[in-house]
């Protein structure tokens, strides 16, 4: 049973920084995909980063490019998200997704198998 949980969510004005964490439990594959997404309140949940688990290939949603950054500690199985420059539309609630194959170049909601409890991301201007 594959398990994630983040932590690192909370209240941040305008051009500040946050990291969320997902520390993962479960993964037995080698081919696997851990992601990002977010929903704010009455949207779509997006996502808006990945890693791929076999060899650390690593998307961006367009809105996030050059302000997040995902990262991955194999030894802590966990995986970071790096958020600078935060902006109001950031705020939203962000989940953690887990699915055993490697997906993160095509995959949407439909296709993560395993999710987090989410975090809260508020960003204030």
């Known amino acids: 049973q594959v398990q994630a949980v983040e932590s690192g969510g909370g209240l941040v004005q305008s051009g500040g920084s946050l990291r969320l964490s997902c520390a993962t439990s479960?993964?037995?594959?080698?081919?696997?995909?851990i992601a990002w997404f977010r929903q704010a309140p009455g949207k779509e949940r997006q996502l808006i980063s990945c890693?791929?688990?076999?060899?650390?290939?690593?998307y961006y949603r367009d809105s996030v490019k050059g302000r997040f950054t995902i990262s991955k500690d194999n030894a802590k199985n966990t995986v970071y998200l790096q958020m600078n420059n935060l902006k109001p539309e950031d705020t939203a609630g962000y989940y953690c997704?887990?699915?055993?194959?490697?997906?993160?170049?095509?995959?949407?909601?439909?296709?993560?198998?395993?999710w987090g409890q989410g975090t809260q991301v508020t960003v204030s201007s």
């Open positions: 890693i791929s688990g076999s060899d650390g290939s690593t």
């Open positions: 479960g993964i037995t594959s080698a081919y696997y995909s």
């Open positions: 997704a887990v699915e055993e194959q490697d997906i993160c170049e095509y995959g949407s909601r439909s296709d993560f198998t395993w």
